[in-house]
């Protein structure tokens, strides 16, 4: 008994990882099931992705070492440069809203007021419901005939065609990203806020600041880092853009596949018993690099600015 | 003096209905939409749908689009299979979440730090640039077109691993010294003493499973194939194709779709909302 207490780390040592208390095989079995799913679905998969991408592999047989051809390709493919056109139109169409709405949201909510529990649960509605019905809902409302165009027309603006113009159709789809967006990065908004102290309003109202001015001068460089994070979250996720598009243009992506995406493309190349599988692969790296890339110069843009 | 004070009292009066006001406003924005689905889906072919100005309340309501979607794709089939897959997602992400947080946040070994590793960057590559080689593997395995293949991918999320990490390297030490004193066995003090502390983190993560398992749409849209094994929101996409004509068979679908998720959602959304202030954000 002694002795065990002895092996015990000694208190108060602020370094103390663990307690080493354990057969030397145990924590290996508690991390077995995870690493295994995580090597054998995530990291194995993102090898095999990589190796797949200098062969010209099919779905049903295994490819031959191919170099770089499938890249050569895709620089000549003009699907390619659509989908990647759509997919950085998608994230610059999208950040910007998702980065100032939630926050305006966030300040709407965030005060305790009777019944504000049941605001802040239905704006978070749209983050809940899958994406495929919040899809099907956008294109009944933006039917030909739905209640959207019918309102216009009422109003003498005349029908638009949202989802047969390719340009609408994408402006349409990023404004349903948005709106499925905006309780999710609410909730982070007021995470935040909640860590900004109020002293700070205070001095500033005492100074005369009106609500605006405190705004700006006090809520958004306090929330700034948080900005950063939202625009780094919504960026990734924007440019890996899918379901959205995939609903409301289908599977080729609206008329003449003027409005695929890149990640339309690689689900389109890659499935499918004859799916070309190494050029799908050449496209996902394609998506990986540049995702990576994003985030990466989403947090060096914010580095560069706290200098 | 008390012009003053009654100025400023009316003045917080009407500050707090603009802020009412615009809480409607964006009350009816998210929520409208879903309302006019619902509806949809109860209105009978006697009532035009595509009347204006709108009648958001069904003239004669009827659950028949309810019993024709059913007719017309295997509406109940699909919400078990969808149900099945969430809910081995939910057992799955805990248990195995839970042993491997345990083990990186509790338990001194070398490697641990490889550990970690291998899990954030699992968590830095995305699902979608994976999905292909996935699906490969799945067709090695012979479990494409099956539920377990739509499962296994996410059945551990790395994300989740790391999220308990921090829930178990919150709990004080003396806890577990106590119990280790009292020769209880890594098991033991995982199973009696660390866990039962964790719950709020465990609810966080048995909900987002359930709901990202039960709304996920790419990764089953590439697995199965065969109808009877799709999940609802892929044979939803299957009935937005195929019926596109008959809205109120696509409102109804979808509602089905939506229902369990909003009833999850509000028995639950005070652990959500606080799970996700407290831990989620910061971890």
Same mark, same amino acid.
């Given at each position: 008994?002694?002795?065990?207490?002895?092996?015990?780390?000694?208190?108060?040592?602020?370094?103390?990882?663990?307690?080493?208390?354990?057969?030397?095989?145990?924590?290996?079995?508690?991390?077995?099931?995870?690493?295994?799913?995580?090597?054998?679905?995530?990291?194995?998969?993102?090898?095999? +992705?990589?190796?797949?991408?200098?062969?010209?592999?099919?779905?049903?047989?295994?490819?031959?070492?191919?170099?770089?051809?499938?890249?050569?390709?895709? %620089?000549?493919?003009?699907? !390619?440069?659509?989908?990647?056109?759509?997919?950085? =139109?998608?994230?610059?169409?999208?950040?910007?809203?998702?980065?100032?709405?939630?926050? %305006?949201? $966030?300040?709407?909510?965030?005060?305790?007021?009777?019944?504000? $529990?049941?605001?802040?649960?239905?704006?978070?509605?749209?983050?809940? $419901?899958? *994406?495929?019905?919040?899809?099907?809902?956008?294109?009944?409302?933006?039917?030909?005939?739905?209640?959207?165009?019918?309102?216009?027309?009422? %109003?003498?603006?005349?029908?638009?065609?949202?989802?047969?113009?390719?340009?609408?159709?994408?402006?349409?789809?990023?404004?349903?990203?948005?709106?499925?967006?905006?309780?999710?990065?609410?909730?982070?908004?007021?995470?935040?806020?909640?860590?900004?102290?109020?002293?700070?309003?205070?001095?500033?109202?005492?100074?005369?600041?009106?609500?605006?001015?405190?705004?700006?001068?006090?809520?958004?460089?306090?929330?700034?880092?948080?900005?950063?994070?939202?625009?780094? =979250?919504?960026?990734?996720?924007?440019?890996? *853009? !899918?379901?959205? *598009?995939?609903?409301?243009?289908?599977?080729?992506?609206?008329?003449?596949?003027?409005?695929?995406?890149?990640?339309? %493309?690689?689900?389109?190349?890659?499935?499918? =018993?004859?799916?070309?599988?190494?050029? $799908?692969?050449?496209?996902?790296?394609?998506?990986?690099?540049? +995702?990576?890339?994003?985030?990466?110069?989403?947090?060096?843009?914010?580095?560069?600015?706290?200098? | 003096?008390?012009?003053? &004070?009654?100025?400023?009292?009316?003045?917080?009066?009407?500050?707090?209905?603009?802020?009412?006001?615009?809480?409607?406003? &964006?009350?009816?924005?998210?929520? #409208? /939409?879903?309302?006019?689905?619902?509806?949809?889906?109860?209105?009978?072919?006697?009532?035009?749908?595509?009347?204006?100005?709108?009648?958001?309340?069904?003239?004669?309501?009827?659950?028949?689009?309810?019993?024709?979607?059913?007719? &017309?794709?295997?509406?109940?089939?699909?919400?078990?299979?969808?149900?099945?897959?969430?809910?081995?997602?939910?057992?799955?992400?805990?248990?195995?979440?839970?042993?491997?947080?345990?083990?990186?946040?509790? @338990?001194?070994?070398?490697?641990?730090?490889?550990?970690?590793?291998?899990?954030?960057?699992?968590?830095?590559?995305?699902?979608?640039?994976?999905?292909?080689?996935?699906?490969?593997?799945?067709?090695?395995?012979?479990?494409?077109?099956?539920?377990?293949?739509?499962? @296994?991918?996410?059945?551990? #999320?790395?994300?989740?691993?790391?999220?308990?990490?921090?829930?178990?390297?919150?709990?004080?030490?003396? &806890?577990?010294?106590?119990?280790?004193?009292? #020769?209880?066995?890594?098991?033991?003090?995982?199973?009696?003493?660390? @866990? /039962?502390?964790?719950?709020?983190?465990?609810?966080?993560?048995?909900?987002?499973?359930?709901?990202?398992?039960?709304?996920?749409?790419?990764?089953?849209?590439?697995?199965?194939?065969?109808?009877?094994?799709?999940?609802?929101?892929?044979?939803?996409?299957?009935?937005?194709?195929?019926?596109?004509?008959?809205?109120?068979?696509?409102?109804?679908?979808?509602?089905?779709?939506?229902? /369990?998720?909003?009833?999850?959602?509000?028995?639950?959304?005070?652990?959500?909302?606080?799970?996700?202030?407290?831990?989620?954000?910061?971890?």
């Amino acid at each position: 008994m002694r002795n065990a207490a002895a092996a015990v780390a000694p208190r108060g040592s602020g370094r103390r990882r663990g307690i080493r208390t354990h057969l030397p095989t145990s924590p290996w079995l508690f991390l077995a099931p995870g690493l295994l799913v995580v090597g054998g679905f995530s990291l194995y998969p993102f090898l095999s +992705t990589v190796a797949h991408s200098f062969t010209d592999a099919r779905t049903l047989r295994a490819g031959r070492f191919t170099g770089g051809a499938n890249y050569q390709e895709m %620089l000549h493919d003009p699907m !390619f440069w659509t989908g990647l056109r759509n997919s950085v =139109l998608y994230v610059l169409g999208v950040v910007p809203p998702l980065v100032v709405l939630p926050l %305006l949201l $966030a300040l709407l909510v965030r005060r305790s007021v009777p019944g504000i $529990a049941f605001f802040r649960a239905a704006f978070y509605l749209p983050v809940v $419901a899958s *994406v495929v019905v919040v899809g099907l809902i956008w294109v009944w409302l933006l039917d030909d005939r739905g209640l959207i165009n019918a309102l216009l027309e009422a %109003l003498g603006f005349g029908r638009a065609r949202f989802l047969s113009d390719p340009w609408l159709l994408l402006l349409s789809a990023m404004a349903v990203t948005v709106w499925k967006g905006l309780g999710y990065y609410m909730i982070i908004y007021l995470a935040a806020l909640a860590q900004v102290p109020r002293e700070l309003h205070e001095a500033c109202a005492v100074d005369g600041a009106g609500p605006v001015r405190r705004f700006l001068t006090v809520t958004v460089p306090a929330v700034r880092a948080t900005m950063v994070l939202v625009a780094a =979250l919504s960026a990734v996720n924007a440019f890996k *853009v !899918f379901s959205e *598009v995939y609903l409301m243009a289908g599977a080729t992506g609206g008329p003449g596949g003027e409005d695929t995406t890149l990640v339309m %493309l690689v689900q389109q190349a890659g499935t499918g =018993l004859s799916g070309r599988v190494g050029y $799908a692969s050449a496209l996902s790296v394609v998506v990986f690099v540049l +995702t990576l890339g994003l985030m990466l110069l989403v947090l060096r843009a914010n580095r560069g600015e706290d200098r | 003096m008390t012009g003053a &004070v009654g100025r400023r009292r009316r003045a917080a009066g009407w500050s707090s209905a603009a802020r009412y006001l615009l809480l409607l406003a &964006v009350l009816a924005l998210t929520v #409208g /939409p879903f309302l006019w689905q619902l509806s949809t889906s109860l209105k009978g072919p006697g009532e035009d749908i595509y009347r204006f100005p709108p009648s958001l309340l069904p003239r004669h309501p009827t659950l028949a689009n309810y019993a024709e979607v059913a007719r &017309v794709i295997p509406v109940w089939d699909f919400a078990l299979n969808s149900l099945k897959v969430a809910a081995a997602n939910v057992l799955t992400n805990c248990a195995g979440a839970a042993l491997a947080g345990y083990a990186l946040a509790r @338990l001194r070994f070398r490697g641990r730090r490889v550990a970690v590793a291998v899990f954030v960057m699992a968590m830095l590559v995305p699902v979608e640039s994976i999905m292909i080689a996935q699906f490969m593997t799945m067709r090695q395995l012979q479990l494409h077109d099956t539920l377990l293949g739509v499962v @296994l991918p996410g059945c551990i #999320g790395a994300m989740n691993v790391l999220l308990m990490r921090n829930a178990f390297a919150a709990l004080p030490y003396e &806890v577990e010294e106590a119990a280790f004193v009292d #020769g209880a066995s890594a098991w033991q003090r995982f199973v009696r003493i660390a @866990l /039962p502390s964790v719950k709020g983190t465990l609810a966080v993560v048995a909900v987002f499973a359930f709901m990202g398992a039960w709304d996920d749409f790419l990764w089953p849209l590439i697995v199965l194939s065969d109808q009877s094994k799709f999940t609802l929101t892929v044979g939803l996409n299957y009935l937005h194709g195929t019926f596109a004509d008959n809205q109120r068979l696509v409102a109804a679908g979808s509602v089905i779709a939506v229902l /369990p998720l909003i009833v999850l959602f509000a028995g639950l959304q005070r652990y959500f909302f606080r799970g996700v202030g407290e831990g989620a954000v910061k971890g």
